[in-house]
């Protein structure tokens, strides 16, 4: 009998909460939370208008001894990775005192899918709407379900890139690698949810005529921000303009309905 008590106990599954209703001061803490890190790193950019990039104000990376403390707490952020924690806090043991001081610090797990994890847990959002993961497809299949869930009141709505103006606090993503342009849209990925592909995800911070700016973490062993060539309604142009470096291929951009 006290096998079925606890058998029926695991059975029972908690119902799914709703979503919180975010203020406006969420997506404002998460684009500035964004902005902050990007200018600790240095202020660096990748340019895809094909203008001239801006100059960094000191160039880090993800293996230079400042920039431990930031990945440190990328990965602090995501629950299973003590591992990775603790094997890059033994190397950065190993340096001190000796003539080298460097040691190739975090560069084994890529930490951007930690990034985007720790930007939305500074900037106050629940896991049940924002989960912390180690990589951007759960993070894109867990804030999909969330919304097919509870149309309309999810955090972050589901839309595609190719008709949807992305603004400040969106979250925009792509597929990269191999699997590079595998998806036109949101609707592709529904299709094939669970399936470890491999992504990339940026946070939009800001607008403006003919741009759209974005950061993203390990992104060239760095954060940096993405200068994306805007059409006049805002939408992401499909193309770059000649010599300007080739743009990720991004499927969807989740909507910050955080004060809407």
């Known amino acids: 009998m006290l096998v079925l008590a606890l ?11 709703p979503p919180i209703p975010y203020p406006a001061a969420a997506r404002d803490r998460l684009v500035r939370i ?13 340019d895809h208008t094909g203008a001239e990039m801006a100059a960094p104000v000191e160039e880090r990376r993800e293996d230079d001894l400042e920039a431990f403390p ?6 602090s952020s995501v629950p299973g990775r003590e591992e990775t924690i603790a094997r890059n806090i033994e190397r950065l043991r190993s340096v001190q005192g000796t003539a080298s001081g460097y040691a190739p610090l975090w560069t084994e797990v890529p930490w951007s899918a930690a990034f985007v994890s720790f930007l939305a847990r500074s900037a106050g959002y629940d896991r049940a709407d924002v989960p912390s993961a180690d990589a951007h ?21 589901v839309a595609s890139p190719a008709a949807t103006a992305p603004v400040p606090g969106d979250i925009l993503c ?9 998806y036109a849209g949101p609707e592709d990925r529904a299709a094939e949810v669970g399936r470890a592909v491999p992504m990339h995800c940026d946070v939009v911070v800001g607008i403006r005529p003919g741009v759209v700016e974005a950061v993203g973490g390990n992104v060239g062993d760095a954060v940096r921000m993405v200068l994306l060539p805007a059409l ?20 969807v951009v989740f909507q910050n309905r955080a004060g809407r």
């Open 174 to 182: 792509a597929t990269r690698g191999a699997e590079r342009g595998r």
């Open 7 to 17: 058998a029926a106990g695991c059975a029972a599954v908690p119902e799914a909460q």
């Open 137 to 157: 497809w759960r993070i894109v299949d867990a804030l999909m379900a969330r919304e097919a869930a509870w149309p309309g009141l999810a955090a972050f709505g």
């Open 70 to 75: 930031a990945v440190l707490a990328y990965w």
């Open 232 to 251: 006049n309604d805002g939408r992401i142009a499909p193309d770059v303009p000649e010599g300007a470096p080739e743009m990720p291929c991004w499927f």
């Open 34 to 46: 964004a902005l902050a890190e990007w200018e600790e790193w240095g202020r660096l950019f990748v």
